[in-house]
């Protein structure tokens, strides 16, 4: 419930009961932990989008008496919260010298439980009571660390890979598809890795299956099959700018399989083979007509020449003669014998 709060605010307009725990306390911490607890102040605007002036934003009307008291314990609230967060920075000093002193108590025994090693791929990201130190990160090399206040987590900064599991994907055009990808991702903040996801590497495989059947999704079949490339690059640029606030770089995103449902594929394997035997045919019946108008041809010009054609029958012959040893009959031209003939009864 909103309420009214005065325009000038500082420890003279604050009631006497509250200005112990006011003192310290900046009149801009005070009014955002104001507009945290859902007050406001003359002329500004609230969450509902109402002014808020000297009455209430709401339609509830509360007595003055109320508002007033409900406003004494509600800043006092606040201003005990502000006391306490500005204690713990104090409590954090006195432990850090604790452990400065334990440590120069068990000098140098304590030199091993202090020193630790972060390879050149490495980052340790510093904890220090709970709260992240001001560098954020150590390494790599030997660094120090505090004992007993100090806690940190390695952060390996390769690229790393991992499997998309095989996703059943419905297609645009209503195909069921099984696609298995490869995620090649490294981490490029470690702080942000730690502090912002709780497993950086597993939120960006959960990832990675929803990015990849949201961008097959809006695909048809033939583009899946053709369109490989487009489909990575497409996925790699939705996954990089989703996992950037967990401080992960996707470096390449890879299809590594996609497989078809077996009726599919026997449908398509008898059109392809179909597709096949067309243009087998096609390409002997042109090699046919070729050679069709190539014996044409040379039986045009064998047809002008007696002698071409005897020499074309004797070469026949002999290509019979020599693939099998047998003994063939073979019919002799009549010009042939005629010739013999006219030569026998010459000589005669």
């Not at 005065?6 to 009961?17: A, G």
């Not at 800043?75 to 440590?103: A, G, M, W, Y």
């Not at 660390?145 to 055009?173: H, N």
Request: hydrophobic share 40%.
């Amino acid at each position: 419930m909103s309420l009214y709060v005065p325009q000038e605010l500082n420890t003279s307009s604050v009631p006497p009961i509250l200005i112990p725990f006011a003192g310290g306390m900046t009149r801009q911490n005070l009014m955002s932990r104001i507009r945290m607890h859902n007050l406001h102040v003359p002329g500004q605007k609230n969450s509902h989008g109402g002014v808020a002036g000297g009455k209430l934003d709401t339609v509830e009307k509360i007595p003055i008496r109320a508002r007033s008291q409900s406003w004494l314990i509600r800043t006092r609230h606040l201003l005990d919260d502000e006391k306490l967060n500005r204690q713990v920075p104090i409590i954090s000093k006195c432990l850090f010298l604790l452990s400065v002193l334990l440590l120069l108590i068990t000098f140098p025994f304590c030199i091993p439980f202090c020193l630790r090693v972060s390879k050149e791929y490495e980052r340790a990201v510093v904890f220090r009571l709970g709260r992240l130190i001001k560098r954020g990160t150590k390494g790599p090399g030997m660094f120090f660390i505090m004992p007993c206040i100090d806690t940190y987590k390695m952060v390996d900064l390769r690229v790393l890979s991992f499997d998309v599991p095989s996703q059943e994907i419905l297609s645009r055009d209503s195909v069921t598809v099984s696609v298995e990808a490869v995620i090649y991702f490294r981490i490029s903040n470690p702080v942000i890795s730690v502090t912002n996801v709780n497993d950086a590497q597993f939120s960006t495989k959960l990832l990675a299956q929803t990015t990849l059947r949201n961008v097959l999704g809006t695909k048809t079949l033939s583009e899946i099959l053709q369109e490989r490339d487009v489909i990575s690059s497409i996925t790699e640029k939705v996954l990089d700018d989703g996992t950037d606030p967990w401080g992960v770089k996707v470096e390449r995103v890879e299809i590594k399989d996609i497989r078809l449902p077996q009726m599919l594929m026997k449908s398509m394997a008898a059109e392809a083979e179909a597709a096949r035997d067309a243009r087998a045919k096609i390409i002997a019946a042109d090699g046919e007509r070729s050679a069709s108008r190539s014996m044409v041809q040379a039986a045009d010009v064998i047809r002008g020449n007696k002698v071409s054609l005897h020499l074309r029958y004797l070469q026949t012959l002999i290509r019979i003669a020599a693939v099998h040893n047998h003994t063939y009959v073979v019919p002799v031209p009549l010009e042939i014998v005629k010739k013999i003939m006219q030569r026998l009864r010459r000589k005669s």
